[in-house]
């Protein structure tokens, strides 16, 4: 990772932390950083919930446009690459992923909150691809992931104007989950994660890749789930969540 992207940890809540002011605009090398530090969240054992924050003023404004006014179909590919890939990355996380969107989450901010399994909003928050005004559309996900999420009309309707939508009208439309005043935002997402955090976090992953499998089709899908479900069954959490189930207790969960 470098200056761009960092990874904070509170106890088992890991905040990935965007600072590239005054946008937090995502070039190549902000895509890469993400991409560490995604990897970074992934395989620490202690990180049992995950927020994607990008500060008080602004979760990312998208692509850095400057940087890209004059490129080429082959110019432009490692760029895209580098934030398609790290989102793929992000939304493959076996542990639960919330946005805490202050401000702007637009173009490539917008399909990295998209990515997440979550996305809690500020009241004064605006959401949006606005790529059609500058005579491109999304290139890291955002025409994919963007109709599962809120139907594919809708979709259509944001992506086609490239209009910006404010917290109330993307709660309506399922865009985002919760909406909190602008100095609470990311300690709800925290508040959230930490509730995961202490939940069993083999079965979040493996919820995960159920859900994932839902594109595979129903045959393929019924049998990752099936396949899944099989797994737990030798987990500790499992065991754990059974038997203070039977003993009439609260479950302690080791992620295990």
């Not at 991409?35 to 979760?59: K, L, N, P, S």
């Amino acid at each position: 990772m470098g200056d761009a992207v960092r990874v904070e940890r509170d106890e088992a809540v890991a905040t990935i932390r965007l600072d590239r002011p005054p946008a937090n605009a995502l070039s190549e090398s902000v895509s890469v950083e993400l991409d560490d530090a995604v990897r970074e969240v992934e395989t620490d054992q202690d990180a049992r919930a995950v927020v994607v924050w990008g500060g008080e003023r602004i979760f990312a404004a998208g692509a850095d446009v400057k940087a890209m006014a004059e490129f080429g179909p082959r110019e432009a590919e490692p760029s895209v690459a580098a934030l398609e890939g790290a989102l793929r990355r992000l939304e493959a996380v076996p542990k639960p992923v919330i946005a805490a969107i202050n401000g702007y989450a637009l173009g490539g901010g917008c399909e990295l909150a998209l990515a997440c399994d979550f996305r809690f909003a500020a009241s004064d928050a605006r959401i949006g691809l606005p790529e059609i005004r500058l005579g491109i559309i999304p290139g890291a996900g955002g025409t994919q992931r963007l109709p599962r999420l809120i139907g594919l009309a809708r979709a259509r309707d944001l992506i086609f104007s490239g209009r910006h939508v404010d917290a109330g009208e993307a709660l309506d439309a399922g865009l985002v989950d919760a909406v909190a005043p602008p100095d609470a935002v990311y300690d709800e997402a925290v508040a959230r994660a930490r509730t995961y955090a202490e939940g069993p976090s083999m079965a979040y992953g493996a919820a995960k890749m159920a859900l994932g499998a839902v594109e595979l089709g129903q045959g393929a899908g019924f049998e990752k789930e099936r396949e899944v479900f099989l797994e737990l069954f030798g987990t500790g959490d499992q065991k754990e969540g059974m038997r203070a189930f039977l003993e009439k207790r609260t479950p302690r969960f080791t992620g295990r």
